[in-house]
Nanobody
Framework: QVQLVESGGGLVQPGESLTLSCAAS????????IAWFRQAPGKEREEVSC????????FYADSVKGRFTVSRDNGKNTVYLQMNRTKAEDTAVYYC?????????????????????WGKGTLVTVSS
């Protein structure tokens, strides 16, 4: 059974750092591109980052470029999202997602309806 589980969310103050994890089970994450999405209250879900399965491109939304870093540890079957210099507008539920036969991220981003597998999300609150 394919499963994605996010963790690492919490409350941080603006400017602080946080690392989110996306642990996979039921499949080898190594062969899939993995995207991070977020949904803030009252807003649509948006892709913030994506990491390809091997040497393909990574993607960052303009709003997080230079502050967030996506990485993977295939030995742990886990993808990470390092969030630095956080802002109040980063407050959202963060999800990781993927779909069948998807290895390369799009450099222009991907729509959430194209994803076939989702985690349940982890809440990040950035507030003083």
């Amino acid at each position: 059974q394919v499963q994605l589980v996010e963790s690492g969310g919490g409350l941080v103050q603006p400017g602080e750092s946080l690392t989110l994890s996306c642990a996979a089970s039921g499949f080898s994450l190594e062969y899939f591109a993995i995207a991070w999405f977020r949904q803030a209250p009252g807003k649509e879900r948006e892709e913030v980052s994506c990491i390809s399965s091997s040497d393909g491109p990574t993607f960052y939304a303009d709003s997080v470029k230079g502050r967030f870093t996506v990485s993977r540890d295939n030995g742990k079957n886990t993808v990470y999202l390092q969030m630095n210099r956080t802002k109040a507008e980063d407050t959202a539920v963060y999800y990781c997602a993927t779909r069948e036969l998807w290895r390369r991220c799009s450099q222009s981003g991907v729509e959430d309806y194209l994803m076939g597998y989702w985690g349940k999300g982890t809440l990040v609150t950035v507030s003083s």
